[in-house]
């Protein structure tokens, strides 16, 4: 009985990553955190998450990124500006492996 | 009830044990389809604007379909293209402004041209240290037969003048924020030039929305983005164009970069010509082969040169070993190649390959990186698990 139910919390701990590695791996939505709302709102208006979650970068390239997409019309409160730089390196960063990316089907 | 102790080393355990289905999960992901009309199994770079990439193991015919044809978009493509009210414009440096509609277009002769076709940052995500942009691997590149009038036809009869030096493309990219139009220039000499063409037509169909209907430029040789899609207006100009996609974009350093150095856009040129290059196609990375005789196949290309040889390395780059190159060939199209290997036993392998032009350029082991990650060109390399008795 016991033996099952440290199974069954081992199987739930399991599943629980697992499934969180695929909503990762997923998901188009941008990675949890205090500024998930106000980055997905400003890039998303132009272009897919995706081509920001496939980026490798340092902090100082995040920066250039950040300051070019500003000139280019993102709408970014001034105040914001170093919190999207610092959530963009946080969850991007050069050493993290990259995304898989789907395949487009030929049937919807 | 389950102890502290016990619960999170469970927990650690299931983290642990979550690791190993990533490469699973990789592979699920990577199955899945995102449906995008005309595309088949291409990669999804980004699906807004559309940036697509071909598979690798795609790339083992000289004409690549177009449903395999990479797809790069800087911005959305145009919403609304109607062949009835189309009109393309030439306009600027000429003695006889022009206004033409696609019937128009087609009054002038129609001219083939198979061309390889490659995004100047193809193999960007292979630069260390990473740069921003398109992460492309080894498919934004393909080869197709391109078809329609003579640039220089056009030009001709709208009379360039001497003043003209230079041609600039404008697209019908719809423009995102405030985002610079992707309008860029060729000189006047590459414009007149008997295989550049306005396109109408690909793999003798006529193009596809997302590469570019109903008339594109066809600048053969070059990086992909001087062929500009959905043509609107052509103008002949005193001056190089000068907007964001020509400087400070599309540009290379005039000297090698140390990784990481910033560019000095005073001290580089636009990008024109394609670099000399070879891809591993079959079989591909990491994959596991249960024989010891190994059809080793890619394909080799160079741009505005011609690919003279390519060669293949097994141990590393300590020996190498003459491909055999492919009957098919055009000016401005790849050769595909191939190499048969026998392989001396089971184990682990690096395969490697490189391309040597007409001009006497050969694949480096390590690419010139700049912040672009312009025309990386290294020699390519796939891993091999041979299980073989």
């Known amino acids: 009985m016991f033996r099952h139910r440290n199974l069954s919390c081992l199987f739930f701990c399991y599943c629980f990553f697992c499934f969180g590695i695929w909503l990762q791996a997923q998901s188009l939505e941008l990675p949890y955190g205090t500024m998930q709302t106000k980055v997905t709102t400003a890039c998303t208006e132009c272009h897919s998450s995706r081509i920001i979650v496939q980026q490798r970068l340092s902090k100082g390239a995040w920066t250039k990124e ?6 280019w019309g993102a709408v970014v409160e001034a105040a914001d500006r170093d919190s999207f730089i610092e959530y963009l390196s946080t969850n991007f960063p050069p050493d993290k492996a990259p995304d898989p990316m789907p395949r487009t089907s030929k049937k919807p | 009830m389950i102890s502290r102790r016990h619960f999170l080393k469970y927990v650690s355990a299931a983290a642990v044990g979550s690791g190993l289905v990533q490469p699973l999960l990789t592979w699920a992901v990577s199955q899945e389809g995102l449906y995008i009309p005309g595309e088949d199994g291409m990669i999804v770079r980004s699906d807004r604007f559309i940036d697509l990439e071909t598979p690798a193991e795609f790339l083992n015919s000289w004409i690549t379909p177009v449903p395999h044809f990479f797809v790069r978009n800087h911005m959305h493509e145009p919403s ?50 990473h740069v921003p942009g398109i992460q492309w691997q080894k498919g934004a590149v393909g080869t197709a037969k391109f078809s329609g009038p003579r640039l220089r036809d056009v030009l001709q009869s709208a009379g360039v ?27 006047v000499e590459k414009a007149m030039e008997e295989d550049t063409l306005i396109a109408t037509q690909m793999n003798g169909l006529p193009l596809t929305r997302h590469h570019g209907f109903p008339a594109r430029a066809l600048v053969p040789g070059w990086i992909g983005a001087a062929s500009c899609k959905w043509l609107t207006e052509i103008s002949v100009a005193e001056k190089e164009f000068d907007g964001n996609f020509m400087r400070p974009g599309y540009r290379y350093p005039n000297h090698p970069l140390k990784p990481g150095d910033p560019l000095n856009v005073d001290d580089s040129h636009v990008l024109d010509s394609l670099n000399v290059k070879s891809i591993i196609t ?108």
Not at chain 2, 121 to 129: D, L, T
Not at chain 2, 176 to 183: D, E, L, Q, S
């Open chain 1, 66 to 71: 950040v300051d070019k997409m500003i000139k």
């Open chain 2, 80 to 129: 609304t293209l109607d062949a009835d009210t189309w009109q393309l414009s030439v306009r600027g440096e000429v003695g006889r402004p022009l206004t033409l509609s696609l019937a128009e277009l087609h009054n002038f002769e129609s001219h083939s041209v198979t061309n390889t076709l490659e995004c100047a940052g193809n193999g960007r995500a292979f630069q260390q240290p």
């Open chain 2, 161 to 187: 003048k001497p003043t003209g030096r230079h041609v600039i493309f404008r697209g019908l990219d719809e423009v995102p924020g405030r985002v610079p139009p992707f309008i860029r220039s060729v000189p």
């Open chain 2, 282 to 389: 079959s079989p591909g990375d990491e994959s596991n082969v249960q024989s010891r005789l190994i059809h080793i196949r890619g394909a080799a290309w160079a741009g505005e040169a011609e690919v003279v040889k390519v060669e293949v390395s097994t141990d590393c780059g300590a020996t190498w070993q003459p491909a055999q190159l492919g009957r098919e060939r055009a000016r401005y199209a790849w050769r595909l190649w191939r190499y048969s290997w026998k392989v001396p036993k089971s184990g682990a392998y690096s395969v490697w390959s490189r391309a040597t032009d007409s001009k006497g350029r050969t694949q480096p082991e390590t690419p010139e990186w700049n912040p672009s990650g312009y025309l990386y060109n290294a020699i390519d390399q796939v891993k091999v698990n041979v299980q073989a008795s």
